[in-house]
């Protein structure tokens, strides 16, 4: 059962879905709620100064007036989370950080049950708007499943869980069944296959297995030639689902080019919160 959930704060739009899922979440379970907030030091020294040729550099900032920048910004994010936190009834803590923005989360992450980040993350400095590389990074070396959020939340409370048989998969599904929040919840386990009866006999083993633990999972075959991501957005919109569950990337590497390009695909297009385990 879940019991604690940090949720990765950057000061963007999309963080704001973040935190609201984590309230959701942290309520519904009567979970610690704790906000991560990071100065990314070795990136403002880093894209402080650029090269012009020879031994010549110029500055676009000193770092000292970025890392004042920095701080203020995680010092409001901090600040507006505990607010929030508070007119919730939720019980919360805050962390600020500062280092490589991966590695604070990774370090960070060994403490708690969930890590809840944006779709789009926004932690490196200097990213001018643009997303960063930050959830992909975690996503690969991640000691704990990864809930990836989009910048905007539904409503549904159905779930759906990819399942391939996979190592990754089989790990994202008792991840799954840990944290609790297939509880009181409709769950389809969708298995996509060319070979319609492989896919049933992997749906089948994923839905004994949530059954054992007394969950109402259902499984839902596919036997077709089109890619995974294209029949999982289709499902997720038939059931207005809440939540998708499912592996990131894989092993070895023909696996790895298969499944690296589903997840990619559904981070970029998947309406609903993702939870990954690698």
């Known amino acids: 059962m879940m019991k604690s959930l940090l949720v990765g704060l950057d000061g963007s739009d999309d963080s704001h879905a973040v935190l609201e899922l984590g309230l959701r979440w ?3 379970f009567d979970a610690l709620v704790v906000g991560l907030g990071i100065i990314d030091e ?15 550099y110029w500055r676009t900032a000193s770092p000292a007036h970025s890392l004042y920048g920095a701080r203020r910004q995680v010092s409001e994010s901090l600040e507006e989370f505990v607010r929030r936190c508070h007119k919730a009834g939720v019980e919360c803590r805050t962390l600020e950080d500062v280092g490589s923005p991966f590695v604070q989360i990774l370090m ?22 643009e997303p960063d590389e930050t959830l992909g990074k975690v996503l690969q070396e991640s000691p704990r499943p990864v809930v990836a959020v989009p910048r905007t939340l ?11 048989g996979s190592l990754q998969s089989a790990r994202a599904l008792s991840a799954f069944e840990g ?33 054992l633990h007394s969950l109402n999972a259902l ?7 089109h890619q995974p991501p294209e029949v999982l957005l289709e499902i997720l919109r038939l059931y207005d689902s809440g939540l998708l569950v499912m592996g990131a990337y894989g092993q070895p590497v023909l696996r790895e080019f298969f499944l690296g390009s589903t997840t990619r695909t559904m981070l970029e297009k998947c309406p609903v919160p993702l939870l990954l385990s690698h």
Not at 219 to 225: K, N, Q
Request: aromatic fraction near 8%; hydrophobic fraction near 30%; charge should be negative.
């Open 154 to 164: 539904g409503g549904g409370e159905s779930i759906v869980v990819a399942y391939d």
């Open 108 to 129: 960070e992450a060994q403490r708690y049950d969930l890590i809840l980040l944006g779709q789009q993350t926004h932690f490196d400095y200097g990213s001018l708007g």
């Open 42 to 56: 070795p990136g403002i020294f880093t894209s402080g100064s650029s090269l012009l040729g020879g031994p010549h």
């Open 219 to 225: 499984p839902y075959p596919v036997g077709t030639d």
């Open 26 to 28: 942290a309520m519904r």
């Open 179 to 211: 944290s609790g929040l297939g509880q009181g919840r409709e769950i389809h386990v969708v298995s996509v296959s060319n070979d319609k009866k492989e896919a049933t006999r992997r749906a089948d083993r994923a839905v004994e297995f949530l059954q």
